[in-house]
């Protein structure tokens, strides 16, 4: 843990601004150790985000680190990783700034199937500006913009993320972390653009609001209610009802879009030394 | 040394050619006229000098993407028009704050919204200045050739390199789409300007700390600096600090280290003030018909002269003063109702009548309008 600490966080940025009992640094240390694991070089390694509470993560991470505008966090690190493909880029941001306002580079990002890993921090909320409802908060939840219960459909971002063509997507909760690790480790492995959606949980403006309990009840929640892919294959449509699928969702190989990019460079700057 | 033969061009084509003279590496756009020949020549263009050319989903994105790669340390660049201009205002306002030097070029058409695309305008002069929110400086260059364009996309990457700025390109449909006669300079003639980066170890580097001359030294990304990049109002090392007295301190740097260096920055050409009695000020396409108009007035004896700014924000404060001592009447032929005419009578205070000629027809402002407005006004 020191260790991690020593070698991957700006020591001096913390503690972090979240609030008691989030989860979002338990994600941020599943991020961590996952880079540890493949053994990124720090120096090499630029962590992007947008605005809202998970974007504040790269102020904590040792490494060039870009806090962007709500929701353009993919649009900057599309610009980084296409500059200098060498770099291996990370975006971490939230269900607001990635679903709503971001949901067109989301698209695009993953249609080119850029060399980018997405850690999208789900907690169902705008918690930074206070509690509204955000395109993944479930119809019926309260928030502070829905007093009256959320009428709209929320939508799944991993389905999503596959139809546009990103070649790695995933589902984790911070309840666990063995597996979230796992899944966000393989999503920087992937050459291509890898999305791992992380449940993650609010007390402070979702859960109290919606009377989900204390923050260990609301990752109890995570625990109850979702299913490994894998497990759901022997399950029923009656047993799945209401469940949320985790582990690895998608995976396929299709060319990179650096990668094809440099080739163009290479093929015309040999035929301009002809 | 052989004469060197010259080339017919067409005004965005010089913008794309001296951006590429300039260095530049990375452009992201998206398409729109009358501005997309800049993306197309640049998308041909640059994989042969190593560079990156990307088409964006959007005008948001591809002003991200811009920045994204300026911090890697490439020189980068996009285009659009007016309506691809109000939607990147919004990183556009992040460049100024996060100081991440970047060109964009503004080929302008006949708005407000989707107006008409091929028409000349000069109506994205105010946008210019004040189109992303809070108190920001930009540095806007209108040229009014096609040789001129070449010239002065070389100068907006210098001066973005130099201050650490993004710097817009105001050209109009007509500077854009025409074709003239250039003999473009040899590229060992070229001055070219690239940001100061630091000499100090990692641990002694602060992204924000200025020189004397208001300009932080810039590291590029993955080369081992680790610094931090956000909009929020940061210190010197680039992390949040939202005090008073830092953001105070901030904003005036950032407005300090345009306005101390202005000489660097301001291009006015004068024609004919030595004794005039009368002046013409205007910009990129009315320039052109307004030093015709000028001239021919001249033949007349009428004793009139020509203000032409080139950089227009910072706008040229001194120029105007100097000028309204000694003329009794400022003529300003826009095609636009009269936005830089505003800024005309704020130097010229009750020392000149300042007059302003105006078209927003799509339509350009002839030399004869001028003459007429001349003789109207004598």
């Known amino acids: ?274 | 040394m052989s004469e060197k033969k010259p080339i017919l061009m067409q005004g965005n084509e010089a913008c794309a050619k001296g951006a590429l003279a300039a260095g530049v590496r990375f452009f992201a756009g998206y398409p729109i006229t009358p501005s997309s020949e800049i993306a197309e020549i640049l998308s041909e263009e640059l994989p042969k000098v190593g560079g990156r050319f990307i088409q964006m989903e959007d005008e948001i994105a591809s002003m991200a993407a811009v920045i994204g790669a300026s911090l890697t340390g490439s020189k980068a660049m996009t285009a659009t028009s007016g309506p691809g201009m109000s939607l990147k205002s919004e990183n556009l306002g992040y460049a100024s704050m996060a100081e991440v030097p970047c060109v964009i070029v503004d080929v302008q058409r006949v708005g407000p919204s989707t107006g008409g695309p091929t028409a000349p305008s000069q109506g994205d002069i105010m946008q210019a200045r004040w189109g992303t929110h809070g108190d920001h400086p930009i540095i806007a260059l209108a040229p009014n050739s096609v040789k001129e364009t070449y010239e002065v996309t070389i100068k907006a990457f210098n001066l973005s390199e130099r201050f650490r700025t993004p710097v817009i390109l105001l050209l109009d449909e007509v500077i854009g789409h025409m074709r003239e006669k250039v003999v473009l300079p040899d590229q060992e003639s070229i001055e070219i300007i690239n940001r100061k980066k630091p000499t100090v170890p990692p641990e002694e580097y602060f992204p924000y700390e200025p020189d004397e001359d208001g300009v932080p030294k810039m590291a590029s990304y993955g080369e081992g600096y680790r610094f931090h990049v956000t909009g929020l109002t940061h210190d010197k090392t680039g992390f949040p600090n939202l005090s008073p007295g830092n953001t105070d301190y901030v904003i005036r740097r950032l407005h300090e280290k345009i306005e101390k260096n202005i000489d660097e920055i301001l291009m006015v050409e004068e024609y004919f003030m030595d004794d005039a009695e009368l002046a013409v000020f205007a910009y990129g396409s009315p320039s052109r018909s307004s030093l015709s108009a000028v001239r021919k007035a001249r033949e007349e004896g009428i004793k009139v002269g020509l203000i032409r700014p080139i950089t227009i924000w910072p706008f040229p404060a001194e120029t105007v003063k100097k000028a309204a001592q000694k003329v009794s009447k400022i003529i300003v032929p826009e095609m636009n109702l009269g936005q830089l005419l505003g800024e005309v009578e704020r130097y010229a205070k009750s020392d000149a009548e300042v007059i302003g000629l105006n078209r927003v027809d799509g339509e350009l402002i002839t030399p004869q309008e001028v003459v007429d407005k001349i003789k109207e006004v004598l």
């Open chain 1, 1 to 274: 843990m020191q260790e991690l600490l020593d070698k991957y966080f700006r020591k001096d940025k913390l503690p972090h601004i979240w609030c008691p009992g989030c989860g979002h640094g338990i994600t941020l240390g599943a991020v961590v150790r996952a880079i540890d694991k493949v053994g990124l070089d720090p120096i090499k390694t630029t962590v992007v985000s947008g605005i809202g509470c998970s974007s504040r993560a790269p102020g904590y991470m040792k490494f060039d680190t870009l806090h962007t505008t709500h929701g353009r966090a993919l649009a900057f690190a599309t610009g980084v990783k296409h500059a200098k493909p060498e770099l291996n880029v990370i975006v971490l941001t939230g269900d607001g700034d990635a679903a709503a306002i971001g949901g067109n580079h989301l698209i695009h990002a993953a249609r080119r199937n850029i060399d980018i890993t997405t850690v999208l921090f789900n907690n169902s909320i705008y918690g930074m500006t206070g509690g509204q409802y955000s395109p993944l908060t479930p119809t019926g939840k309260l928030a502070t913009t829905a007093p009256y219960g959320n009428i709209d459909q929320a939508f799944d971002i991993c389905k999503l993320a596959i139809a546009a063509g990103a070649t790695y997507v995933a589902r984790g909760t911070v309840y666990n972390t063995t597996q979230l690790i796992g899944l966000i480790s393989k999503g920087i492995q992937n050459k291509g653009f890898s999305l791992i959606e992380v449940i993650t949980h609010c007390p402070t403006v979702y859960g109290r609001r919606n009377k989900m309990g204390t923050a260990v009840d609301m990752m109890k929640w995570q625990k109850e209610n979702t299913v490994n892919v894998k497990a759901a294959e022997k399950m029923t449509e009656e047993q799945l009802k209401g469940k949320i699928l985790v582990g690895e969702l998608y995976s396929d190989t299709r060319p990179e879009y650096t990668e094809q990019y440099t080739k163009i460079i290479e093929r015309l700057q040999k035929e301009g030394q002809q």
